[in-house]
């Protein structure tokens, strides 16, 4: 029970650690900087900007400010012309959400602005509110800002090696998994199919994250000298994404034709050629992931398909190799190291 515990915090440890640092650190410099009442609001903005990655808390931050000054205006000022009153409620209130509606900033600025309006009422001076909460949001703002990218920032590098190397062994492992049961039990090549789809699936959600932690790289000043590393690892994964693409097309042709025996066509010849192909597309994938030499591997993957051609040219022949083609074709576009 420990173990799973301590196994479950453990990710969770540096974010916890920069919200405390960052939050009790914008406590203190409100305090420093003149505050009369606990300043709740400085220390509010680091525990709901840094919940993410710290590299997008600037951005959180900038918005969350914008949202709280558009909101404490609008508050104020309705309030300090009409008085506090259901009706005053009902108006702020309609004014917050049409402005955060349309505002470009997304759906924190979005919440921000009528929630930012609405503690007005909270406070009998409307004046000596805004003025402290507009302040407060900025200091815990500037401090998240500035300590965003600085307190263990996280390691996009490391992270993407590890989703790369799994990525990659589960792809070739359902490419020639996929080759292997043409011809087999149609429900195990349905099964085979759902898994493989969920698979890549998987794979391009994995390179729009990785995507992101390239474009974060730029912000992360402890990280910059990794930019051109996990530059070529987010070019690997979408290799791996367009390659997954034409293993799951494979896997679906394999399951379409898995009880079709078509006159002409050689069910034989496509279990004797098709998983050969398919292994060696699959050494060729190691080979290009692990960026060693693959020109040999990409020449026996193409006899293996020519032998097939030769073998068989059937459109259920040709529909089966297609994806290995194609993923071939993927491959070559690399350049060789």
Avoid: K
């Amino acid at each position: 029970m420990g173990d799973s515990l301590v196994q479950r915090l453990r990710p969770q440890l540096p974010a916890m650690a920069r919200i405390l640092v960052a939050s009790v650190l914008s406590w203190q410099i409100a305090w420093w900087l003149g505050a009369t009442s606990p300043p709740v609001y400085a220390a509010l903005v680091p525990l709901l900007a840094l919940r993410s990655d710290p590299i997008t808390a600037v951005g959180t931050s900038v918005a969350r400010v914008s949202g709280v000054v558009i909101g404490v205006v609008i508050g104020g000022v309705v309030v300090d012309l009409v008085g506090p009153s259901d009706a005053t409620l009902a108006l702020v209130l309609g004014l917050a959400l049409l402005v955060g509606s349309v505002l470009p900033a997304g759906a924190i600025v979005s919440v921000q602005v009528p929630v930012s309006a609405l503690l007005v009422f909270t406070n009998t001076g409307p004046d000596s509110y805004a003025y402290h909460r507009l302040w407060e949001t900025g200091v815990g703002a500037a401090v998240t800002i500035f300590l965003a990218p600085l307190l263990w920032p996280p390691d996009p590098r490391a992270a993407l090696t590890q989703a790369l190397g799994s990525s990659g062994r589960r792809l070739t492992l359902a490419l020639v998994g996929s080759a292997a049961l043409v011809g087999s039990d149609p429900q195990a090549t349905a099964a085979n199919e759902r898994e493989v789809q969920d698979l890549v699936r998987a794979t391009t959600s994995m390179l729009g994250q990785a995507r992101t932690d390239a474009r974060a790289m730029r912000y992360n000043p402890l990280r910059r000298r990794h930019r051109g590393a996990v530059a070529e690892q987010v070019g690997l994964i979408a290799l791996v994404e367009a390659v997954g693409v034409h293993v799951g097309l494979l896997a679906r042709e394999v399951n379409l034709f898995a009880d079709r025996r078509d006159p002409g066509f050689r069910i034989q010849a496509a279990q004797e050629y098709l998983p050969r192909a398919a292994r060696a597309a699959a050494a060729t994938l190691d080979a290009v992931l692990a960026g060693d030499p693959w020109a040999q591997q990409a020449a026996a993957t193409r006899q293996c398909l020519e032998e097939y051609r030769d073998a068989d040219v059937h459109p259920i022949a040709v529909a089966l190799r297609r994806p290995v083609v194609q993923i071939l074709h993927e491959l070559e576009h690399r350049p060789e190291p």
